[in-house]
């Protein structure tokens, strides 16, 4: 049985940092690569990062988390983190991990079959 879930979610003030975190259960991540998306009301679905299955694949990060936020699986290979540094009000969203099958991480929504339930990450002072 798969399962993804999100936690670590919260409220934080502009400049501050959290830490998601993507349990995970039920797909060998030799073979999945992890991603994290984040929705906002009104907005659709867009990608912030992902790591791929295989470590001779690029990580992917978006234009506008670049050089703020950090994602990291834990040797295990159960976990996989968001580390998210000067967090600013339009990073305000609710984050999904999600899971797909392949080696090269997508950008795109649709192309994972596998989604956690979400956290919501609120920034404001």
């Known amino acids: 049985q798969w399962q993804l879930v999100e936690s670590g979610g919260g409220l934080v003030k502009p400049g501050e940092s959290l830490r998601l975190t993507c349990t995970i259960s039920g797909f060998n991540l030799d073979y999945y690569n992890i991603g994290w998306f984040r929705q906002a009301p009104g907005l659709e679905r867009e990608g912030v990062s992902c790591?791929?299955?295989?470590?001779?694949?690029?990580?992917y990060y978006a234009n506008f988390v670049k050089g703020r936020f950090t994602i990291s699986r834990d040797s295990a290979g159960n976990t996989v983190y968001l580390q998210m540094n000067n967090l600013k009000p339009e990073d305000t969203a609710v984050y999904y991990c999600?899971?797909?099958?392949?080696?090269?991480?997508?950008?795109?929504?649709?192309?994972?079959?596998?989604w956690g339930q979400g956290t919501q990450v609120t920034v404001s002072s």
């Open positions: 790591i791929p299955s295989s470590s001779s694949s690029k990580i």
């Open positions: 999600a899971a797909d099958y392949g080696f090269d991480c997508s950008a795109a929504a649709s192309d994972y079959d596998y």
